[in-house]
């Protein structure tokens, strides 16, 4: 968003910390889910609760 709407003036702020390796992941999220979520983002993969 920001690099669309900065030419125009608009400032954009935003977190999006993607997939978290969280308990209710492990209970409620398919690895299938989970594999291709991760594999979306820049790191390839899921985020750590603890760091």
Do not use: Q, W, Y
């Amino acid at each position: 968003m920001a690099k669309e709407l900065g030419p125009k003036g608009v400032r954009v702020n935003a977190i999006c910390p993607g997939l978290i390796g969280t308990k209710f992941h492990d209970d409620f999220t398919k690895n299938e889910v989970r594999t291709k979520v991760a594999g979306s983002t820049p790191l390839k993969r899921e985020g750590n609760p603890e760091k």
